[in-house]
DNA sequence: GAGGGAAGGTCTATATTAGAGACCGATTTC
DNA sequence: GAAATCGGTCTCTAATATAGACCTTCCCTC
């Protein structure tokens, strides 16, 4: 709030420099995990009810178990999800948000939005994009 | 249904639905390309000034060149960065954030604030897990 | 009691992607 | 005229993701 630009304000001049510090960085530590496809569909998954291996797995139907898998032991390492296994007859595993991974819906939530909201000229854009630098012009 | 859980709200029932439909899907197009480790970096890159190509990688000191320019060519695509070409004598190129790109900001912004915010009890729950799921335990 | 299916995975083999770094053309500098 | 800068491209290799076969335990059918 202390800029005249929309939200350019100091903090991306801080990130900036933290980024320059790689590992150490909080930014790169959490984004190169909490940012990626899977995990972050895993946590959407999630967010409206805790659910069964095989259901996460029927909701995101081009994931395979193998990703499936090491996203969910990822996500449970960094402790946004947490892992119950019920001694069921064939036993079943229940996956749900932590409070952590329920504090981290809101930003994400508002991620989302922005990408709803902004798909459709994202995609003007890249047809756009594609006639001119790489079709008749190039 | 609708559920008693704190941010768990119907947005993201449909977003679980609509992410079965993969491609079709605003959030999973959008979050490919965006929730990507060097697109969000460049992003924050950009947020406090324009700068040029080698700027941006000295900022990112371990993107390689290919990596650059590939993600740059993506966020151009999508209509979130613009690309200028100044005719001096060593051409230069500036990047910069489109209005478009100026308005991911304020949702990643927040992301980014809860990862600085969250990223030592992340740490806290990885160091957990690596002692107990993996090692003396397993 | 052999076979099959479901649950929750693991393992392997292959395709895709990322990363390191050589190279390029233009221009300026020494 | 050799070296360096800028903004890349290209190739080769290392890492990562994907598809899909397979495993184990239990219950059910035949």
Same mark, same amino acid.
């Given at each position: 709030?202390?800029?005249?630009?929309? !939200?350019?304000?100091?903090?991306?001049? $801080?990130? =900036?420099?933290?980024? *320059?510090?790689?590992? #150490?960085? @909080?930014?790169?530590?959490?984004?190169?995990?909490?940012?990626?496809?899977?995990?972050?569909? !895993?946590?959407?998954?999630?967010?409206? $009810?805790? =659910?069964?291996?095989? *259901?996460?797995?029927? #909701?995101? @139907?081009?994931?395979?178990?193998?990703?499936?898998?090491?996203?969910?032991?990822?996500?449970?390492?960094?402790?946004?999800?947490?892992?119950?296994?019920?001694?069921?007859?064939?036993?079943?595993?229940?996956?749900?948000?932590?409070?952590?991974?329920?504090?981290?819906?809101?930003?994400?939530?508002?991620?989302?939005?922005?990408?709803?909201?902004?798909?459709?000229?994202?995609?003007?854009?890249?047809?756009?994009?594609?006639?001119?630098?790489?079709?008749?012009?190039?």
């Amino acid at each position: 709030m202390t800029s005249k630009l929309p !939200i350019t304000d100091s903090r991306f001049e $801080r990130w =900036q420099t933290e980024t *320059a510090l790689a590992s #150490a960085c @909080p930014v790169r530590d959490v984004l190169d995990h909490v940012a990626s496809k899977w995990t972050t569909l !895993i946590l959407i998954c999630l967010a409206a $009810r805790p =659910q069964r291996f095989a *259901a996460i797995g029927r #909701a995101l @139907p081009d994931i395979s178990k193998r990703m499936l898998t090491q996203s969910l032991r990822q996500l449970q390492r960094d402790g946004l999800i947490a892992r119950q296994v019920f001694p069921t007859k064939p036993p079943s595993v229940e996956y749900r948000l932590t409070p952590l991974g329920q504090s981290m819906l809101a930003p994400l939530g508002a991620l989302i939005d922005w990408a709803e909201n902004n798909h459709a000229e994202i995609r003007r854009s890249r047809s756009q994009y594609d006639a001119f630098e790489s079709g008749s012009i190039g």
